[in-house]
C-alpha cells in the first residue's frame, strides 16, 4: 500500500479508519531505522499494523526483539525474569503472535517452551483463549504425547521397581493376614 500501485499513492492524505494515531506513528517510525527503541508494549501495538500492511522487516524486527526477550526470561535474567506465571503469559502470547503472524521461528521457540507446563497455567490467559483451535489441539496433544513418552521410558530405581512393589504389598498383607488370624485364633 505504502510502495505499490495503489490509488492511495498519490494522495497527500490517507485515512485510515479504526486506526490510532499513536500506534501507527510507532508503526512509521519502525520503518525508519534507529528511529524507535522496541517494548513489549509497542510491539503490541505494531505488530498487527506491520501483518496489515505486510511490511516485512518490521515483523522480522518484533519477532527478533520477542525471541531475545524470551532467552532472557529462560535465563532468568533480572528484570526481564518476574515470576514463572509472567513467564508463561509471554510464552502464550509469544506463541499466539507466532500462531497468527506466521513468525514461525517465534512459533516453534514458544511452543516447545510451554511444553513443560501444567494446561491450568495457561488455560485462562487471554493469549490462549484468542489462539485458533488447532493450535490448541496441537499443543495439547503434543504435550499428552510428551507425558506418555515419559512415563513409559522413566527408568525408575530398583527399590521403585513395580515387581519388588507389588511384591513388598503381597508380603505385607500375608504378614497382616498371620496376625489377625492368630488374635482371632490363638493358640
Given at each position: 500500500m505504502?510502495?505499490?500501485?495503489?490509488?492511495?499513492?498519490?494522495?497527500?492524505?490517507?485515512?485510515?479508519?479504526?486506526?490510532?494515531?499513536?500506534?501507527?506513528?510507532l508503526f512509521?517510525?519502525?520503518?525508519?531505522?534507529?528511529?524507535?527503541?522496541?517494548?513489549?508494549?509497542?510491539?503490541?501495538?505494531?505488530?498487527?499494523?506491520?501483518?496489515?500492511?505486510?511490511?516485512?522487516?518490521?515483523?522480522?524486527?518484533?519477532?527478533?526483539?520477542?525471541?531475545?526477550?524470551?532467552?532472557?526470561?529462560?535465563?532468568?535474567?533480572?528484570?526481564?525474569?518476574?515470576?514463572?506465571?509472567?513467564?508463561?503469559?509471554?510464552?502464550?502470547?509469544?506463541?499466539?503472535?507466532?500462531?497468527?503472524?506466521?513468525?514461525?521461528?517465534?512459533?516453534k521457540?514458544?511452543?516447545?517452551?510451554?511444553?513443560?507446563?501444567?494446561?491450568?497455567?495457561?488455560?485462562?490467559?487471554?493469549?490462549?483463549?484468542?489462539?485458533?483451535?488447532?493450535?490448541?489441539?496441537?499443543?495439547?496433544?503434543?504435550?499428552?504425547?510428551?507425558?506418555?513418552?515419559?512415563?513409559?521410558?522413566?527408568?525408575?530405581?530398583?527399590?521403585?521397581?513395580?515387581k519388588?512393589?507389588?511384591?513388598?504389598?503381597?508380603?505385607?498383607?500375608?504378614?497382616?493376614?498371620?496376625?489377625?488370624?492368630?488374635?482371632?485364633?490363638?493358640?
Amino acid at each position: 500500500m505504502l510502495t505499490g500501485e495503489f490509488k492511495e499513492k498519490n494522495t497527500p492524505e490517507l485515512e485510515l479508519p479504526g486506526k490510532k494515531y499513536s500506534s501507527f506513528e510507532l508503526f512509521l517510525r519502525c520503518i525508519f531505522p534507529r528511529e524507535y527503541t522496541l517494548t513489549e508494549a509497542r510491539i503490541d501495538e505494531i505488530l498487527p499494523l506491520a501483518d496489515e500492511y505486510d511490511v516485512k522487516s518490521i515483523r522480522h524486527k518484533c519477532e527478533s526483539w520477542l525471541l531475545t526477550e524470551l532467552e532472557f526470561k529462560e535465563a532468568k535474567v533480572h528484570p526481564h525474569h518476574v515470576s514463572v506465571d509472567n513467564d508463561v503469559a509471554f510464552l502464550i502470547k509469544c506463541f499466539y503472535y507466532g500462531s497468527i503472524y506466521c513468525l514461525e521461528e517465534l512459533y516453534k521457540k514458544s511452543f516447545d517452551s510451554i511444553l513443560p507446563y501444567k494446561l491450568e497455567r495457561y488455560v485462562e490467559n487471554t493469549h490462549y483463549l484468542m489462539l485458533p483451535e488447532k493450535n490448541k489441539r496441537e499443543l495439547t496433544e503434543t504435550r499428552l504425547l510428551k507425558i506418555e513418552n515419559d512415563v513409559k521410558t522413566r527408568r525408575f530405581p530398583d527399590e521403585y521397581d513395580v515387581k519388588s512393589i507389588l511384591h513388598k504389598c503381597e508380603s505385607w498383607l500375608l504378614t497382616e493376614l498371620e496376625f489377625k488370624e492368630a488374635e482371632v485364633y490363638p493358640q
